[in-house]
C-alpha cells in the first residue's frame, strides 16, 4: 500500500472517530434529558393539554384506558420535549463536525438558511398537534375511545 492510500484511510477512520464521539455526546444529553423531564412529565403534561382540557363539556374530564398509558403518556412528553430542550447541544455537535470542511462563504450560507428554515417547520404549531393525536387520551362518555388507538394507521 502507498503512503497516501494509508493517509487517506486514517483521515477518514479519524472522521469516524470524530463523528461517532459527537454523536455519542449527543444522545447522552438527549438521554439525560429524557431522564430529567420525567421528573416534570406531569406539569408539562397539564400545560400542553391545558386547551383541550378548557373546551370540554362541563363536567367531563380526560382520563386514561389503560394501566400502562400513564407512564407512556409522561414518557412521550419526556421524549418529544427532551428533544427540543436538547436540540442546541444537537445541532452545535453537528456543526461542530460539518464546519471545518466548509468555505467562510458556505458557512454563511449555510447558517442564513438553517435556522430559517427550521422555524418555518414548527411555526404552525405542530407540536401540540402531535401531541394531541399521539398520546392515548379518552373523554369520560358512554363510550370512552382511545385517540391514538382509533384515528391513526
Excluded at 479519524?14 to 444522545?27: D, F, G, P, W
Excluded at 386514561?64 to 427540543?84: C, H, R
Excluded at 470542511?101 to 428554515?117: Q, S, W
Aim: aromatic share 14%; with cysteine; hydrophobic share 50%.
Amino acid at each position: 500500500m502507498s503512503d497516501s492510500s494509508v493517509e487517506d484511510v486514517s483521515s477518514f477512520r479519524s472522521h469516524l472517530i470524530e463523528l461517532k464521539q459527537r454523536l455519542t455526546i449527543a444522545v447522552v444529553v438527549y438521554l439525560l434529558g429524557v431522564v430529567v423531564l420525567m421528573n416534570f412529565s406531569d406539569a408539562i403534561y397539564d400545560f400542553i393539554s391545558l386547551p383541550l382540557r378548557q373546551v370540554l363539556p362541563e363536567g367531563s374530564k380526560m382520563i386514561f384506558i389503560g394501566a400502562p398509558d400513564v407512564f407512556f403518556t409522561y414518557l412521550k412528553v419526556a421524549l418529544l420535549v427532551s428533544l427540543f430542550a436538547t436540540s442546541p447541544v444537537t445541532l452545535y455537535e453537528i456543526w461542530a463536525f460539518i464546519a471545518p470542511a466548509l468555505y467562510r462563504n458556505e458557512k454563511k450560507v449555510f447558517l442564513d438558511t438553517c435556522f430559517p428554515v427550521l422555524h418555518c417547520c414548527w411555526q404552525e404549531e405542530h407540536l401540540p398537534i402531535l401531541l394531541y393525536f399521539r398520546l392515548p387520551l379518552s373523554f369520560l362518555s358512554d363510550l370512552p375511545m382511545n385517540i391514538s388507538r382509533h384515528c391513526l394507521p
